[in-house]
């Protein structure tokens, strides 16, 4: 069974940086393309950032580019969300996804999901 758990949330300023991890058990961590998304409170989950399995491609929401680095680790079975910049509408529960098919941008497109690690940012 395919666990994943986030971890590196917290509270933090704005301007300020945060690193997001994500470690995958119970298969074989190279097999899945892994996005992150987040939810604000009263919005629907958002797309964040992808990576393809081989860690060739990423792509970004424009929302985040500029600010946020997607990258992994195969050999720690982990995928990183490096934020910086932090803005106070970053604030939500931020969720990594693997999918063993697609490269997506959209929720529905991910089979495994974490329970979500809650990033604040204040003004």
């Known amino acids: 069974q395919v666990q994943l758990v986030e971890s590196g949330g917290g509270l933090v300023q704005a301007g300020g940086s945060l690193r997001l991890s994500c470690t995958l058990s119970?298969?074989?961590?190279?097999?899945?393309?892994m996005g992150w998304f987040r939810q604000a409170p009263g919005k629907e989950r958002e797309f964040v950032a992808a990576?393809?399995?081989?860690?060739?491609?990423?792509y970004y929401a424009s929302t985040v580019k500029g600010r946020c680095t997607i990258s992994r680790d195969d050999a720690k079975n982990t995928v990183y969300l490096q934020m910086n910049s932090l803005k106070p509408e970053d604030t939500a529960v931020y969720y990594c996804?693997?999918?063993?098919?697609?490269?997506?941008?959209?929720?529905?497109?991910?089979?495994?999901w974490g329970q979500g690690t809650q990033v604040t940012v204040s003004s």
């Open positions: 990576i393809t399995r081989t860690g060739e491609s990423t």
């Open positions: 996804a693997a999918s063993p098919t697609y490269y997506s941008v959209r929720t529905n497109d991910y089979r495994h």
């Open positions: 119970g298969s074989t961590f190279s097999r899945y393309n």
